[in-house]
Structures are given as C-alpha cells and as structure tokens.
Nanobody
Framework: QVQLVESGGGLVQPGGSLRLSCKAS????????MAWFRQAPGKEREFVAS????????YYTRSVKGRFTVSRSNSQNTVDLQMYSLEPEDTAVYYC???????????????????????WGQGTQVTVSS
C-alpha cells in the first residue's frame, strides 16, 4: 500500500508563486512513477506534470510549461511542484499520484493519463485570486 500526502496549497495573488509537496510512504519511493493532476470546479481532472523514478523524464501540460517545475527526492520520499507566475486559471485542487508500473520514457500518453496511476493523495487547494 502507498500513502500520499500533499501540502503547500493556499491563496496567492496572480503572478505569485507556490510550492506543493507530496510525501510518500509505504513502499520504496524510488520505484514510483509520480505525477501531479488538478481539478477545477466543474471541470474534469487534468494532468499537470509527471516525473520518472530517475528524474530524467518529465512531462508538463502545455499551459504550465515554463511556469511550473516538477522535481523529486528519492532520499526524502517527496515530489514537489514549484509553481511560478500563477494565473487565476491555475485555481484547482492539486493531487499527487503514483504508480509502480514501468512507463516507457517515450509514452507520453501513459504518463499523462490519470488511469495510469493507482495511488492518489487527498488533494491540496490552490487558489489564485486578487
């Protein structure tokens, strides 16, 4: 069993920054494929970013490229999402997700699909508003 706990959400003004963190426990963290998804009110959950166990393969959804950075620490069992230049459209509940499956580095579709991840955190609210 894998447990994921997100933290770092909050209220921020447009143009501001936040850093989300996800702490994993239960099984060797270095084996996990990790990702962040988000869900805005009235919308479907969408992919934000993902990172392989080595950190060498990362994907971002187009709307956050250049503004968000995903990283991980296998020694601390954490995956972070640094968010810059936040926009009101970034307002959502952000979820950390994990899976022990072997995802091909080149299979972008698998990394970006919420159906690929078996384990989910409870979510943390990010609100971007003036």
């Amino acid at each position: 069993q894998v447990q994921l706990v997100e933290s770092g959400g909050g209220l921020v003004q447009p143009g501001g920054s936040l850093r989300l963190s996800c702490k994993a426990s239960g099984r060797p963290f270095s084996n996990y494929a990790m990702a962040w998804f988000r869900q805005a009110p009235g919308k479907e959950r969408e992919f934000v970013a993902s990172i392989s166990w080595s950190g060498n393969t990362v994907y971002y959804t187009r709307s956050v490229k250049g503004r968000f950075t995903v990283s991980r620490s296998n020694s601390q069992n954490t995956v972070d999402l640094q968010m810059y230049s936040l926009e009101p459209e970034d307002t959502a509940v952000y979820y950390c997700a994990a899976d022990l499956g072997v995802f091909s580095d080149y299979d972008e579709g698998t990394w970006m699909s919420d159906g690929s991840y078996a384990y989910w955190g409870q979510g943390t609210q990010v609100t971007v508003s003036s």
